[in-house]
Every structure is written in C-alpha cells, then in structure tokens.
C-alpha cells in the first residue's frame, strides 16, 4: 500500500518537473595581466557587481539560486 501511495504521488508530481527550464546567464568581460596575481586582480576589478544597486561589491564569480527544500540534518554516532 505505501509503494502505491508514493508511486501515485511520484507521478502527479511529474508534470510539474518537466514544465521547469533553468535559466542560465553568461556574461563575459575583459581581463588583462601577465602573471596569475595580475590577472585575479583584473578579474577582481572587472569581475560581476553583487549586492544593492550602486553599493556592491566586485565578485571573480557568484550564483543567485532560490532554495526550495529544506533538511534537518541530524549528526549520528
């Protein structure tokens, strides 16, 4: 009876998951230096603006992505 249940629940669920696209954005810039500390430097400078319109802060790289799950985790042992 369980596996029923969760078999039925597992199928209406579907639908919904496959009507779900990811949107992904790229965006490219400009960098320049000779050594690897230049270069992260540039990247630093230049890199993606995050955080309040005027007032962030540059970013070599960052992901915004909406949590919609939640866990307890418990330690065992």
Do not use: N
């Amino acid at each position: 009876m369980k596996f029923a249940i969760l078999l039925c629940a597992l199928l209406l669920a579907s639908p919904a998951r496959a009507d779900w696209k990811p949107i992904e954005r790229i965006e490219t810039y400009a960098v320049s230096g000779q050594s690897a500390e230049q270069l992260y430097l540039s990247i630093g400078e230049k890199g993606p603006l995050v955080g309040a319109a005027g007032g962030g802060s540059r970013v070599i790289a960052h992901t915004f992505f909406k949590l919609t799950w939640q866990r307890d985790y418990q330690p065992q042992g």
